[in-house]
């Protein structure tokens, strides 16, 4: 438990909620309540809840490690993946970053920490299709959706990692393009560079 908060701590730099959904209303879609999520914290001043609360928790129904040495067959897989989304020469994080979502799971919006993450964050997705959405951290109105099929290859890279938070829908809002996608069990595996 603490390796994953720590994990989490180093990582992830929740996007800040406002009682505007930030993008286009997950809970009007979903049925929930909206701030359901605040209900979950209480704290000294409702104005600490609203800005502390998010920073707390960005992922949730998953477990996590980090992995240095890996077998020959992964070791070519991920060989693959840094030639194709890192510069060349580019120095890495050591560790990949395994992610395992349950079906219940999803993450929330957030910006991977500028600290411990440099311009190019490369994921592969296993098990289960599922969406990345990309939403504009100072204008809600730009976003993209990205379909990941399983098996395919993410790579977020300078402004779609800096200027954009990424979530990773959960089953009952995993709507790509008018097209249900349902999401299952979802693996990732998630290679990043090191500041520059
Ligand atoms: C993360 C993250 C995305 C994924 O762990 O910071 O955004 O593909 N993961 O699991
Ligand atoms: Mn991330």
Redesign the pocket.
């Known amino acids: 438990m603490k390796l994953l908060l720590n994990v989490l701590k180093r990582?992830?730099k929740p996007a800040v909620y406002s009682s505007q959904p930030r993008c286009r209303s997950s809970s009007a879609r979903s049925g929930l309540l909206p701030l359901r999520d605040e209900a979950l914290i209480v704290g000294s001043n409702p104005e600490l809840v609203q800005r502390l609360g998010p920073q707390v928790e960005?992922?949730h129904g998953y477990r996590?490690t980090e992995r240095v040495m890996w077998g020959e067959r992964c070791e070519e897989v991920l060989s693959r993946v840094r030639s194709g989304a890192f510069p060349e020469g580019s120095p890495l994080l050591g560790p990949v970053?395994i992610?395992d979502?349950d079906k219940t799971g999803y993450?929330k919006p957030?910006i991977?920490s500028v600290k411990f993450c440099g311009s190019t964050?490369a994921?592969?997705?296993l098990l289960s299709d599922?969406i990345?959405r990309l939403v504009k951290e100072d204008d809600a109105e730009e976003w993209l959706d990205l379909l990941?099929p399983r098996f395919s290859l993410?790579i977020l890279r300078d402004q779609a990692r800096y200027n954009f938070t990424?979530?990773?829908l959960k089953d009952e809002e995993s709507v790509f393009n008018g097209q249900r996608v349902p999401r299952l069990r979802?693996i990732?595996v998630?290679c990043r560079n090191l500041p520059g």
């Open positions: 990582i992830h960005a992922i996590e970053h992610l979502l993450i957030h991977d964050i994921g592969l997705s599922s990345m990941l993410y990424h979530q990773i979802r990732s998630i």
